[in-house]
């Protein structure tokens, strides 16, 4: 969600704290039936959407500090991948072992197996009737590189001539690596969550047809139009609030 959504929601909040100050001030002027406008219901309203809006952003500062920290860890992969490569083909593998750590670190660097075509290229084997479809071969989702760092431990842990003095690209350690990114995307994916139900909520409080702050203020305006006119000045102190 935009931040200009957030800041659109906060002066919708604001504005309608600011309506019910004008009701107050009408004093037993302002008895409607509705028991969803009266003065305590508007204010239990103004309560529940500020504390709603406030949920949300501390869930996003959490969020956000969440993605950075993962972004951060998983940035080391693709060097370190780097390395790790160069250290099995220095190991003396095999030229078959060599390929399909080959294959592994290619994904983790988003690389495809092959140049994409050009526009030319998808013409010229179309008009020899070949399917020229090229699917993204980009692998660099969180939940893919996890994956494909699962896949190349496992190749490096049954491959017994990988054995590298350096601690770093040892397969002990990168199988802790995995652990740890593996664990810190899991509370970004967990916190992308409880945030999205937290909006849900939000939008509920605020927006729900019948009983949202916005549907409240709403028929409180058109309340106060039948008791004082559309012309008069109580009426016209709160109809130009915006809430919306």
């Given amino acids: 969600m935009s931040a200009q959504n957030e800041s659109g929601h906060a002066k919708n909040v604001a504005n309608f704290e600011k309506l019910i100050t ?11 039936s509705n028991a969803n406008i009266a003065l305590s219901s508007l204010q239990a309203k103004a309560a529940e959407a500020h504390g709603s809006l406030e949920e949300v952003h501390s869930l996003l500062a959490n969020y ?18 780097t390395r790790v490569f ?6 003396g593998a095999t030229q078959a072992q060599i390929e399909t750590a080959e294959t592994h670190h290619r994904k ?12 030319e290229q998808k013409e010229q084997l179309a008009a020899q009737g070949q399917d020229v479809r090229q699917v ?33 690209l040892q397969v002990a350690s ?10 810190k995307n899991s509370t970004t994916v967990n916190q992308a969550a409880t945030l999205s139900s937290a909006r849900l909520k939000r939008d509920e409080v605020l927006n729900h047809p019948e009983t949202g702050m916005i549907a409240l203020a709403a028929n409180t305006k058109n309340y106060l139009k039948s008791i004082f006119g559309a012309t008069s000045p109580e009426y016209k102190l709160v109809s130009g609030i915006a809430i919306r």
């Fill in 108 to 119: 983790l660097q988003g690389r495809r197996a092959s140049a994409r075509f050009s526009d």
């Fill in 174 to 183: 990168l199988a802790s690596l995995h652990s740890n990114l593996l664990q």
């Fill in 22 to 32: 004008y009701v107050i001030g009408y004093g037993d002027a302002y008895a409607p």
């Fill in 136 to 168: 993204s071969a980009s692998q660099l989702s969180f939940d893919s590189i996890l994956d494909n760092l699962d896949k190349q431990i496992k190749f490096l842990t049954a491959a017994d001539v990988y054995a590298p003095n350096e601690a770093d």
């Fill in 86 to 91: 160069n250290a099995l083909k220095a190991s």
């Fill in 64 to 81: 956000n500090k969440s993605v950075g920290e993962r972004s951060a860890a998983f940035a080391q992969l693709s060097k370190l991948s």
